[in-house]
């Protein structure tokens, strides 16, 4: 319609003007268009959480039995008492993240959702878990009682803390 | 004075009066009604109204969906209170979450019988290709407003459910777990994760649908609804001679044509047929709710919903990125790639497959080279993975081996059968044995049980 209503001479020049309007446009809509994104993204990923902390209080050593393999669903690891310390490990699945527990009749660690094993110590023996199940840091406070670190890992047979 | 606009004169007045624009509209709507269809394809067993039965199933989903959201509270545990809530307190209440979790099945079944309807009668080809896509799209957001709601009653099966999901996000490699941390908004699934899968449950997935629906629908309208047309908007002929086509466009000239408005009514019949069968089962059979979720225990089995149980299966045997995300990933692309793979069906590849076919030996060593690769890939103790391949193997080699192949009519029937054809029965069968599989046979531990002993 404009074009129609535009004098001829002029046809060139409107049209660039459109041309670069729309180029102009359609830079800025791209730069602010990414810059968007970047900020949604940043907007997304919260800055602060109101998770529990990852240092677990596991109690006095003494409670524990010799031998014992013992679940702490609230927090999802075990500590187990072997001839050599404790140790702790995580009760996380590899696999997908399901809870595991210990079987005694087996000695083994099941885990319900798709059926992997593990020892012991962490080792996966059956199922489709990737990895063993990581063992984590384990130290005695001040007061006597057992602290574990579950954002920490530790090689396996590394550390064992004796009470 | 003069800038000023022209008052409208008596005639245009009339133009701009609400009743003129009734007028109109009613003028357009009879417009679109008086479309005419072809009297054969009206019959249930052309389409089976599958499509008009998925978008009644929607059209539930959202009644259902909008009204349960005045009683629920996305917060942890006010949402598990709130199920208990409709369950014991609201009027009504259950059947209106049993309907929105039923018609959520029914919906997510018709869209697969749908896209096999829609593909077995070959309603993908040209100029269809862009339907068939965005209809991949929609299953996909279909599947995905199925998983982000499976969330929301934060009973057992939400909780662990997710959990698993969530993980499955994480095993990609590299950008995984910050991917995972997105869409959790923190490190489990807790009440960060239960308001983001509301919002996206609620708000982002479904105006999503919905704009990817219209469209659906348009391009509907304009390939010629049920017709496959040509570009000059005459029903395509597939017959294999000239005289059978000359036949069918006689017959297709000779064949009455009846109103849209027929159609419409048969459909939407056929939808009021479906809603009086999930109102019926929302009243006989409630929706499931477990007990509150418990991060410190998980259910033995965790079970996903019928249709992730096939995917369920497959993390069984595969390590997750796998099994969640590259065979999925290929499932994905196959689908959309269907409409474009004659591509692969010129001359060149024929006759590769022709030199592969010639000899028997070379056609058996081939077969029996992809086997083995797939037994080592899937390892060879996930038989139920395996056994749509063997029967797609065997298929193959039974149509390609032998003597001549005139005389059978099985056999030349599956010779003649394009790639997208296989790429499509491969994936129902395998979707309906590791579904079947899944959903009946396996038990605590995900071991195999007999469903009649379980």
New interface residues.
Partial sequence: MSDQSTPKQDGDAVDLNRRRFVKTGSTSLAIAGVGACVFG?RY???NV???PSPVVNAGKPEHYRAGSVTLD??N?IFVIRAAEGFYALSAVCT??????TYKPDTDEI??????STFRKDGRAIA??A?QALPWLKVWLAEDGNLMVDRATRVAPYSEYVTA | MSTRAALPTKEQAHLHSPLHAVERWKSDIARIMADRVLESQLGFRKTWYLGALTLGTFTIQICTGLLLMLYYHPSIPQGYADMKDLEFVISSGTLLRSLHRWSAHAMVFLIFVHMAKVFYRAAYRPPRELNWVLGVCLLMLTLLLSYTGYLLPWDQLSY?GT??G???ISSVPWLGPKLR??IL????V???ALLRFYVLHTMTLPLGLIALLCVHLWRLHKDGGMYEIDGQGRPVLRGKTKEENRAEAARLASEKTISYQELLFREITAIEALAVVLFTIGLIYAAPLEQLAN????????KAPWYFTGL?EL??????FVAGIILPGLIVSGLFFIPFSPVFDNVKTREAIDWLRRHAARWLTGALLILAISALMIRVHAWDALLPLWVFVSLNVFAAVGPAMNGNKLRSWLLEKPISFWIMTLFLMEAVVLTTVGTFFRG????WVWPWRA
Avoid at chain 1, 95 to 100: A, D, K, Q, S
Avoid at chain 2, 185 to 188: F, M
Avoid at chain 2, 295 to 302: E, I, K, L, S
């Fill in positions: 993204l997304l990923s919260p959480l109101y998770e669903a609230k999802g696999h997908l993240g399901c809870l595991t099941d885990c319900p959702c798709h059926g199922g489709p990737p | 662990w959990t698993v969530a993980n499955i941390f997105y908004g923190g490190h489990s807790n009440a960060n991060p410190m225990h998980t259910p033995n089995p965790a369920q993390l069984h045997y595969f390590p997750p605590p531990g995900w071991a």
